[in-house]
């Protein structure tokens, strides 16, 4: 298995299509959480966000195994694009807007990795993960994707403008005011932002 996390998406996507299963999981390993996320943040839902993740990697089998995917060093991207569509068709056909989540929901924080810290610093960063994370759900929905896809998804501005279908500006904009409104929320508590862009 360490021979594939050395492997890019294409070398992996290419064993797949040659019939390796192993590529399309050391892939599905590797972007899940990021995947899944995006998918979470946008639904609010744990079982709908597990739905439209299955969906979403059906509908990538299916194009890989079709000779279809011609996303050459950007599988992530693509990947977030098909599940943002599988979400957009999914209310479509739902007719209705997503829910608002309540604390008891998924925390976007357990997919990140941490070094090894002290019980106590474990513990000060859960709370603080926790209150950053209501503070996060309360930001205008234009502004919270683009906040979850720069730095939850690592995703470029380039990106993210081609997904949510703005200009590079208008996704930049939207990342100056969530962050501004995020300092905004978090004046008068004990946390302390730390996300430039």
Same mark, same amino acid.
């Given at each position: 298995?360490?021979?594939?996390?050395?492997?890019?998406?294409? =070398?992996?996507?290419?064993? *797949? +299509?040659?019939?390796? !299963?192993?590529?399309? =999981?050391?892939?599905?390993?590797?972007?899940?959480?990021?995947? *899944?996320?995006?998918?979470?943040?946008?639904?609010?839902?744990? *079982?709908?966000?597990?739905?439209?993740?299955?969906?979403?990697?059906? #509908?990538?089998? $299916?194009?890989? #195994?079709?000779?279809? *995917? $011609? &996303? =050459?060093?950007?599988?992530?991207?693509?990947?977030?694009?098909?599940?943002? $569509?599988?979400?957009?068709?999914?209310?479509?056909?739902?007719?209705?807007?997503?829910?608002?989540?309540?604390? @008891?929901?998924?925390?976007?924080?357990?997919?990140? !990795?941490?070094?090894?810290?002290?019980? &106590?610093?474990?513990?000060? #960063?859960?709370?603080?993960?926790? @209150?950053?994370?209501?503070?996060?759900? #309360?930001?205008?929905?234009?502004?919270? &994707?683009?906040?979850?896809?720069?730095?939850?998804? @690592?995703?470029?501005?380039?990106?993210?403008? !081609?997904?949510? !279908? +703005?200009?590079?500006?208008?996704?930049?904009?939207?990342?100056?005011?969530?962050?501004? $409104?995020?300092?905004?929320?978090? &004046?008068?508590?004990?946390?302390?932002?730390?996300?430039?862009?």
């Amino acid at each position: 298995m360490r021979l594939l996390k050395s492997k890019s998406d294409q =070398e992996l996507i290419q064993m *797949y +299509v040659d019939g390796h !299963e192993s590529g399309l =999981e050391a892939l599905l390993n590797r972007y899940k959480s990021k995947i *899944y996320t995006s998918i979470y943040m946008k639904v609010k839902d744990e *079982y709908l966000a597990e739905d439209i993740f299955q969906e979403t990697f059906i #509908k990538i089998i $299916n194009t890989l #195994k079709s000779g279809k *995917y $011609n &996303e =050459e060093g950007k599988f992530l991207p693509w990947a977030i694009r098909i599940a943002h $569509n599988m979400i957009v068709d999914f209310f479509r056909k739902a007719k209705r807007a997503p829910s608002i989540v309540n604390a @008891d929901g998924f925390d976007i924080f357990e997919v990140l !990795e941490f070094s090894d810290e002290s019980t &106590e610093s474990k513990m000060l #960063k859960q709370q603080v993960d926790v @209150d950053l994370k209501k503070m996060i759900q #309360k930001l205008p929905d234009d502004q919270k &994707e683009v906040l979850i896809m720069r730095h939850f998804c @690592d995703m470029s501005f380039k990106d993210i403008a !081609e997904i949510t !279908e +703005v200009s590079i500006n208008t996704a930049l904009g939207r990342m100056r005011y969530a962050l501004s $409104n995020l300092r905004k929320m978090i &004046e008068g508590t004990d946390l302390t932002l730390q996300m430039g862009y």
